[in-house]
């Protein structure tokens, strides 16, 4: 097997357009603990994910549990300030929440009340789509997730893995230029997640969203993305960006090749030499 691209500096090809989707330049977020202490989160973190037009991006951060991970990802969306540095999608400097971002949690963030179409439906709601137009639109997407048949249940009716299938296409319904998805599979026992994983693919093939994925689940960034950016642990940077080789398939199957393994190996190789320390997860 060949071995992944691992280029010395974490910046990517800029591929088909000279814009990347997602660029973070020399960030440093900090904030201050119950203690009243401040905690540097993340710092002169840099990357770069490629623009490509009509297919989108999976892009994976993986690093050990509270490394900074989320915070990135928090100051992506908008829902932070960074001390210093910036965020930019498609060229522009993100400054606070848009609708061109959307947010997939670990939690499930579903309205108790509403039923799962209702729960999609939401964001068109606030835009102001007609009511038939949104049940059409909802309808199409709750169908893509495999959730056809709950469309009218609600959500204390449903597993937790159904509930993270709402919040998915409550997602891509609005259709963001970037999906950020943190752990959103962590709470999930090992058969549900594996499940989970393939359905994300699956759905996002028929999308042209990028997708920023949090993981410290080494098996889950290697099925899962096209390009993983390996960080430290806290304060977060950027230690190494790995190209994901074509695999023949992204089934279950796939987690048993040589290719696979291989890969997986690689990217452990590079934690150890890396002296990248904390809580990893290698398989289910």
Same mark, same amino acid.
């Given at each position: 097997?060949?071995?992944?691209?691992?280029?010395?500096?974490?910046?990517?090809?800029?591929?088909?357009?000279?814009?990347?989707?997602?660029?973070?330049?020399?960030?440093?977020?900090?904030?201050?603990?119950?203690? %009243?202490?401040?905690?540097?989160?993340?710092?002169?973190?840099?990357?770069?994910?490629?623009?490509?037009?009509?297919?989108?991006?999976?892009?994976?951060?993986?690093?050990?549990?509270?490394?900074?991970?989320?915070?990135?990802?928090?100051?992506?969306?908008?829902?932070?300030?960074? $001390?210093?540095?910036?965020?930019?999608?498609?060229?522009?400097?993100?400054?606070?929440? %848009?609708?061109?971002?959307?947010?997939?949690?670990?939690?499930?963030?579903?309205?108790?009340?509403?039923?799962?179409?209702?729960?999609?439906?939401?964001?068109?709601?606030?835009?102001?789509?007609?009511?038939?137009?949104?049940?059409?639109?909802?309808?199409?997407?709750?169908?893509?997730?495999?959730?056809? $048949?709950?469309? $009218?249940?609600?959500?204390?009716?449903?597993?937790?893995?159904?509930?993270?299938?709402?919040?998915?296409?409550?997602?891509?319904?609005?259709?963001?230029?970037?999906?950020?998805?943190?752990?959103?599979?962590?709470?999930? $026992?090992?058969?549900?997640?594996?499940?989970?994983?393939?359905?994300?693919?699956?759905?996002?093939?028929?999308?042209?969203?990028?997708?920023?994925?949090?993981?410290?689940?080494?098996?889950?960034?290697?099925?899962?993305?096209?390009?993983?950016?390996?960080?430290?642990?806290?304060?977060?940077?950027?230690?190494?960006?790995?190209?994901?080789?074509?695999?023949?398939?992204?089934?279950?199957?796939?987690?048993?090749?040589?290719?696979?393994?291989?890969?997986?190996?690689?990217?452990?190789?590079?934690?150890?030499?890396?002296?990248?320390?904390?809580?990893?997860?290698?398989?289910?």
């Amino acid at each position: 097997m060949s071995e992944p691209t691992v280029p010395a500096a974490p910046q990517a090809s800029l591929g088909a357009s000279s814009v990347p989707k997602l660029e973070l330049r020399d960030l440093y977020i900090s904030y201050t603990d119950r203690a %009243g202490r401040t905690v540097q989160a993340v710092e002169n973190a840099n990357l770069t994910v490629t623009n490509k037009p009509g297919v989108g991006e999976l892009a994976v951060f993986l690093g050990p549990s509270g490394c900074g991970k989320s915070t990135i990802l928090k100051a992506v969306a908008g829902l932070l300030t960074p $001390d210093s540095g910036d965020v930019f999608l498609d060229g522009q400097k993100v400054e606070g929440t %848009g609708r061109d971002r959307g947010m997939v949690f670990q939690s499930y963030t579903s309205f108790a009340w509403r039923t799962v179409r209702k729960n999609v439906e939401y964001g068109l709601e606030l835009q102001g789509v007609e009511a038939g137009e949104r049940k059409k639109q909802a309808d199409a997407i709750i169908e893509q997730v495999g959730l056809k $048949d709950f469309a $009218d249940s609600l959500p204390r009716q449903l597993s937790g893995g159904m509930k993270q299938r709402v919040a998915i296409a409550r997602t891509l319904i609005n259709k963001p230029k970037l999906v950020l998805m943190d752990e959103p599979f962590g709470a999930l $026992d090992p058969g549900t997640r594996w499940g989970m994983q393939t359905l994300i693919l699956d759905v996002l093939q028929k999308q042209d969203n990028t997708v920023l994925f949090v993981t410290h689940d080494v098996e889950e960034a290697v099925f899962l993305a096209d390009v993983i950016f390996v960080l430290s642990a806290r304060p977060a940077r950027v230690l190494h960006r790995i190209e994901v080789p074509y695999f023949e398939s992204r089934d279950i199957q796939v987690k048993r090749t040589n290719q696979f393994k291989g890969v997986v190996d690689h990217v452990m190789e590079l934690l150890h030499t890396s002296k990248v320390q904390g809580n990893f997860r290698v398989g289910l």
